[in-house]
């Protein structure tokens, strides 16, 4: 069975093509996971909704709680770290991340920069050692990435107002999401990153439609990939 964490960073409640002004990265994901439903129904979806509830902001309690070793943690700052500690613990259990994130301003929304900020948790999921030397996802040496443990995917589902956001394109400098996303992500052992995005949105009309239409297809190929993939590498785990 695939677990799937189900993220939505959009603050619009409803889904493109179903809700007057509803986002188009919730629909994305709806239909990832539908999708992956559909064939395997017994998969196990968490659902995240940080575009409805974004994660706390990091602060001066945090930091020091994040940086103190559990064995000295207080009451008080458990207290802080435990949103954090439910963050980690959903991405620590997923197989995939499928994560819903509008490009904002060239990168992501406040919400997701929160839980990205959340998520990557020295002691958690990653950890400095001077001995440890590099790994293969992080060319820096004594980063320790504590996710690199098995194999974990991350499916960055976008929608974008403006258009020729991907690499090569004449907008690739100025999009400064999926590049910031996959680092992080990477930097905590995550390492197998996918992306598919809508553009067109302020747009509309034909060059939206084709676009959309595009990412729909190109998302049901990833799900078929990603579930062959991992039913194929079930198969060979010893029983
Ligand atoms: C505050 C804000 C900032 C945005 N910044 C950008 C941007 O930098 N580049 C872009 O192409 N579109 C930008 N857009 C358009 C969104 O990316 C687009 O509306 C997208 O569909 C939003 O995702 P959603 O439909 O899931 O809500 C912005 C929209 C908002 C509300």
Redesign the pocket.
């Known amino acids: 069975m695939t677990r799937l964490l189900h993220l939505d960073a959009?603050p619009?409640p409803g889904r493109?093509g179903t809700h007057d002004h509803g986002?188009?990265?919730?629909r994305l994901t709806q239909h990832f996971v539908s999708h992956w439903r559909t064939l395997e129904p017994d998969v196990e979806i968490v659902y995240r909704d940080i575009g409805a509830n974004p994660p706390q902001l990091t602060s001066v309690e945090w930091i020091e709680a994040a940086f103190t070793p559990i064995e000295r943690l207080t009451e008080p700052m458990r207290a802080v770290l435990a949103e954090s500690d439910a963050l980690v613990n959903e991405v620590e259990r997923a197989d995939i991340l499928v994560l819903?994130v509008?490009?904002?301003?060239?990168g992501p929304p406040a919400a997701f920069k929160a839980w990205i900020d959340n998520i990557v948790r020295i002691g958690r999921t990653v950890d400095f050692d001077l001995d440890y030397g590099a790994h293969p996802f992080m060319p820096l040496g004594q980063y320790v990435p504590l996710l690199a443990d098995r194999k974990r995917h991350a499916v960055l589902l976008s929608?974008?107002?403006?258009y020729d956001?991907d690499p090569g394109r004449s907008m690739a400098a100025f999009n400064h999401l999926e590049p910031s996303v996959r680092t992080a992500l990477q930097f905590i052992g995550i390492g197998d990153f996918h992306d598919i995005a809508i553009e067109h949105?302020?747009e509309g009309g034909k060059a939206l439609a084709a676009s959309t239409e595009s990412a729909l297809a190109r998302i049901d190929r990833l799900v078929e990939r990603l579930l062959s993939e991992a039913t194929a590498r079930r198969q060979l785990q010893p029983a």
């Open positions: 959009s619009r493109a986002s188009h990265t919730r819903g509008p490009m904002y301003n060239f929608s974008r107002g403006g956001f949105q302020e």
